[in-house]
């Protein structure tokens, strides 16, 4: 048999299973496989960005975070009160009301600590820190110290702050995703 007949014998095989059709099959399945690998790449991009929860762990992590926020932004609006303003410091604010806020807002990341994650807890806690050191600024300015008046941070200072806090927050639960 010569090559000739070999060429012939490959020819008429490829003709009667459609000739052109198996070589475009060819061509479609190579882009195909192309196309699914990009595909894949792109969702397996999108899964990186986000965790996935139980439904249960869920629940518990919204209650948490909810009642955590709920008690910052009071608490804001109480540090608030002590940040100097257009009328300077007022010295009309419940001391003892601030100490039990800050003291409960600590309990409470305490008490959350296994459900927060470490990321936001060590901002959260840093927040805190902030808030006990206006709060103690304050107080010393009513002792008469005057000193402690440029340690006290503004009120624009703070409302980035509080706008941190919530940014946060919101970018933590839009980073999870229930498991069903």
């Not at 490829?14 to 198996?22: E, K, N, P």
């Not at 709920?70 to 009301?97: M, R």
């Not at 402690?148 to 706008?163: F, G, V």
Request: hydrophobic content about 40%.
């Amino acid at each position: 048999m010569e090559w000739v007949d070999v060429f012939k014998f490959i020819i008429l095989i490829t003709g009667s299973f459609g000739g052109a059709s198996v070589i475009v099959i060819g061509v479609i399945k190579y882009f195909a496989n192309i196309f699914a690998e990009r595909s894949l790449k792109k969702y397996e991009l999108k899964l990186e960005n986000k965790s996935y929860v139980s439904r249960a762990r869920f629940d518990v992590e919204f209650n948490a975070y909810k009642e955590i926020s709920h008690k910052f932004l009071v608490l804001f609006d109480e540090i608030n009160k002590i940040t100097p303003g257009y009328n300077g410091l007022s010295a009309k604010i419940n001391t003892d009301n601030i100490t039990g806020k800050l003291k409960e807002i600590k309990e409470l990341l305490y008490g959350d600590l296994p459900i927060i994650s470490e990321e936001i807890y060590n901002f959260l806690n840093s927040v805190l820190l902030i808030f006990s050191e206006q709060f103690e600024c304050y107080k010393a300015i009513l002792n008469s110290n005057d000193e402690k008046k440029d340690n006290l941070i503004t009120r624009e200072a703070l409302e980035k702050l509080r706008q941190d806090v919530i940014d946060k927050l919101r970018d933590h639960f839009i980073s999870l995703d229930v498991m069903d």
